[in-house]
């Protein structure tokens, strides 16, 4: 099953930033599809193997972070082409 995920990684610091690039470097090193906006990354693909990659990558960030927050939003099906039609 395919599946899109919408990440917000909010390190809980002045200096935030760091952090965020690093997350999303990650990201992009995957084989997975990529997408980003200032205001999250989407990233998409089947859903085990895509789990099994942000688990490891989740942890790693919560291990180098003393406070930060995900925000994660799972949605059923490949949304990466979507265009709005209105």
């Known amino acids: 099953m395919q599946i899109s995920v ?6 809980l ?8 690039k690093a997350f999303i470097k990650h990201l992009r090193e995957s084989d997975f599809t990529v997408l980003e906006n200032p205001l999250s990354t989407q990233i998409y693909g089947e859903f085990n193997a895509l789990m099994n ?3 490891p990558a989740i942890e790693s960030v919560f291990n180098q ?5 995900l925000q994660m939003k799972l949605i059923k099906g490949d949304r990466s082409s979507y265009v709005p039609s209105f």
């Not at 919408?6 to 390190?11: A, R, S």
């Not at 610091?13 to 965020?20: A, G, L, T, Y």
């Not at 972070?65 to 927050?69: F, H, L, P, Q, S």
Request: glycine share 0%; charged share 25%.
């Open 6 to 11: 919408e990440l917000t990684l909010t390190p």
């Open 13 to 20: 610091k002045n200096d935030f930033e760091p952090p965020i």
């Open 53 to 55: 990659f942000l688990t």
């Open 65 to 69: 972070e003393d406070a930060v927050v």
